[in-house]
């Protein structure tokens, strides 16, 4: 035997040594238990035991003893066994007990390196300072001389053993700056702590099973804390051999990274600085700060990525179908929050669940869905099915088979629709391309144009004029496709009709209806293309009244159309016709400016009853003849709203110097005639005119008269 070490005495001795004090002089045994080491192992075999008490820890006077236990029975470090150290005097009131052991039979006793002090008092029941085993009570706790405490005195570790099998290791470590740091280990006699200070295996793991870590699995399921202050709570296989590293429990756990730590679930990894997996199963946190809460097969390999669940390893998914169903963050700020084969890569950038989706933008977003990418920059997809937003800031809503390619655009569902211009938006339904910036398509094929369509100039990027800009088209399906032809315009294709303010257009046309509605009376003229109503009076009807004719038709309520204004009738091509009581033609405006109505007069009101102030006309004569009538022709014809070719008219200067009331000016400062009350001045004109021609005439009458009788008298004088 190369050495013997005391580990430690039972407080069993100590109990039965104190009751033989305080029980008078007379014979006492007891049993005696304790453990022990030869050259650093636990001791197994017969040893022989010498105990002695004496009056002082060191030197002294032997009080009893040497008490010699012969082939006493040690198995794995333990061992039990009566003593008797016979009558002990009253006076005794301390003494400290001397123990030496040696191999069974052998030569040389070897003494433990200290003596064990024994106490009493005639009110103590135990020795203070000893420990028994049904409780302890008055100990004085601490590590200084008189004072109490469970371990060992050196820098052995202090084994605790269960059925002669190690249960629990508190040792000391050799890592100097961490030197009071010791290492813990509980559970099963095979878990293990490295020698750096406050590694700690709380509990579980077993050796009996050996398909555990290593390349192979092939290792024991002993629980391993091999970085400083590294931790093992509980269960089986797991490693913590970073400083810091925290593994709570679970099965095959592994947390390799500084400060990283699994809570517990089976075959997880943390090998990222401050790396989390919360539990699930084969989940990876391999960048610093990245996160899994758990799930399956889940990867956080980005910077602070995050992964809430879900996924699968048991699932076969990507687009050749060789690939777990995990779901993976892989660059900085990366979030899937669930779901199965989602994959977060473009920084960031985040999924909320769903199935098979990729956001591979800056900052991109997908709430969910199936089969969703993401690879604009703050490109978004709400959900559905197989959409796709790769333009920067681009949105789909949902739906199916969606895309959004173009800056800003967006579609808000459906299926097949596209978004391709910039700032452009389809609102819904199927198959709609919204080519043009800041353009609107929806309902069926409609479109509008993109820049090749449109041929739009390679600069219209400048400006997001590209292709149909700001044009909106909502198609019914009834042309496919329903394309516009340039930009900015507004157009509806809807046979069933058009309908504002009412939910009853009338079919092909627009109906604009009064504040209470539609008139369920009013049918529409044959040809009619929009309809005005008022269901307080009346309504105005657009139509095509015949072949080649447009028009404006008028009606009452409840009647078809009474009159209106047409363009181009038959009877009057390229002409304006005036229609009244039945859609008659009362009034004409030819093409050559002619006008004609079907009295063949203009009327005016005439009745005294409406006039005040009235007078006869001064000089009329004097003022008809004042005005002087002229021919010539018209510069700019047009410009004058007259034929050309010569024509006779007033100068309008002239007549302003007799009728200044007949002429006023235009805008741009043309003076114009307007001949009010011309019949009546020529006809005052005439009557004055009249008047001097009667007098005149009845003056050479009388003349006329006289020389008819002195013509009487001189041929009667003959």
């Known amino acids: 035997m190369n050495r013997l070490l005391r580990n430690g ?23 005696y238990h304790g453990s022990l080491e030869d050259a650093g192992k636990p001791a197994e075999g017969a040893y022989d035991l010498e105990l002695t008490l004496y009056t002082s820890a060191q030197g002294g006077k032997a009080v009893a003893g040497p008490l010699l236990l012969h082939k006493v029975p040690v198995h794995a470090g333990s061992f039990s066994t009566e003593a008797d150290f016979g009558p002990l005097a009253k006076s005794l009131g301390q003494a400290w007990l001397e123990v030496k052991v040696r191999p069974a039979n052998s030569n040389e006793f070897v003494a433990l390196s200290s003596r064990a002090a024994v106490e009493a008092s005639a009110s103590a029941l135990v020795c203070p300072g000893a420990w028994t085993l049904d409780g302890n009570a008055g100990i004085t706790a601490g590590t200084g001389v008189g004072q109490n405490y469970l371990g060992t005195a050196d820098t052995q570790p202090l084994i605790i053993a269960v059925n002669g099998v190690q249960a629990g290791r508190i040792a000391p470590t050799v890592d100097l700056p961490y030197g009071d740091a010791n290492t813990v280990i509980l559970g099963a006699a095979g878990n293990q702590v490295g020698a750096f200070g406050g590694a700690v295996v709380s509990g579980g793991g077993t050796a009996l099973f050996n398909n555990c870590v290593g390349p192979t699995f092939d290792q024991p399921c002993v629980n391993r804390a091999s970085g400083r202050f590294a931790t093992v709570a509980g269960g ?4 913590a051999t970073a400083d810091g590293a925290t593994v709570s429990g679970g099965s095959r756990n592994t947390a390799v990274a500084y400060v990283a730590s699994i809570a517990g679930g089976l075959g997880n990894y943390a090998s990222g600085q401050g790396a989390t997996v919360s539990g699930g199963v084969s989940n990876y946190a391999t960048n610093d700060r990245a996160a899994v809460g758990g799930g399956e097969g889940n990867n956080a390999s980005g910077f602070a990525s995050t992964i809430g669940g879900g996924g699968s390893s048991s699932a076969i998914c990507g687009p050749s179908g060789d690939q777990f169903c995990g779901n993976l963050a892989s660059n900085p700020y990366d979030t899937v929050a669930g779901g199965v084969d989602n994959r977060s890569f473009g920084g960031s950038s985040s999924i909320g669940g769903g199935s098979g989706n990729l956001a ?15 690879l604009g920059q703050s490109a978004f997809v709400g959900g559905g099915s197989n959409n796709q937003a790769p333009g920067f800031g681009a949105a789909v809503a949902g739906g199916t088979f969606n895309l959004a390619s173009g800056s800003y655009s967006n579609v808000a569902g459906g299926n097949s629709n596209i978004a391709s211009g910039t700032f452009s938006a389809v609102g819904n339904g199927n198959s709609n391309n919204a080519g043009g910036d800041w353009s609107w398509a929806g309902g069926f094929e409609g479109t509008t144009r ?3 369509a449109a041929g739009s100039p390679p600069t219209c990027g400048s400006n997001n004029t590209c292709g149909d800009f700001l044009t909106f088209v909502w198609s019914d399906g009834s042309t496919l496709p329903f394309v516009s032809t340039g930009p900015q315009q507004f157009l509806v294709k809807a046979v069933g009709g058009i309908g504002l303010n009412t939910n009853k257009p009338l079919a092909n046309k627009l109906t604009v209806a009064g504040p209470s509605g539609a008139i369920a009376s009013v049918a529409g003229a044959a040809g009619s293309i929009a309809l005005f109503e008022n269901n307080a009076s009346g309504y105005v009807e657009t139509v095509v009244p015949a072949a080649n004719e447009t028009g404006v038709l008028f009606s009452l309520v409840g009647k078809v159309a009474d009159g209106g204004v047409v363009y181009n009738a038959s009877n009057n091509l390229n002409g304006l016709s005036l229609r009244t009581n039945g859609n008659v033609d009362r009034m004409r405006i030819t093409s050559t400016g002619a006008t004609q109505n079907t009295t063949g007069v203009w009327t005016t009101f005439s009745d005294f009853r409406l006039k005040r102030d009235i007078e006869a006309i001064d000089h009329p004569l004097d003022t008809y003849l004042g005005l002087h009538g002229q021919s010539f022709e018209y510069i700019d014809p047009p410009s004058a709203m007259a034929r050309p070719g010569r024509r006779m008219g007033f100068i309008a200067q002239e ?11 235009d805008e741009r400062g043309y003076k114009m005639v307007t001949p009010t009350g011309f019949e009546a001045l020529s006809v005052e004109a005439l009557r004055e005119l009249r008047a001097e021609k009667d007098g005149e005439i009845a003056v050479l009458k009388g003349k006329l008269d006289a020389l008819e009788a002195r013509l009487r008298k001189l041929e009667t004088a003959r």
């Open 9 to 31: 005495l039972s407080s069993a001795m100590f109990a039965a040594l104190c009751t033989l004090q305080l029980s008078a002089a007379h014979a006492a045994a007891f049993t």
């Open 236 to 239: 089986i296989g797991s490693n």
């Open 360 to 374: 591979n933008g800056v900052y991109a977003t997908i709430a969910g869905g199936n089969f969703n990418t993401a």
């Open 450 to 452: 993109t820049p090749a």
């Open 655 to 665: 007549v302003e110097k007799v009728l200044p009331q007949w002429v006023g000016e």
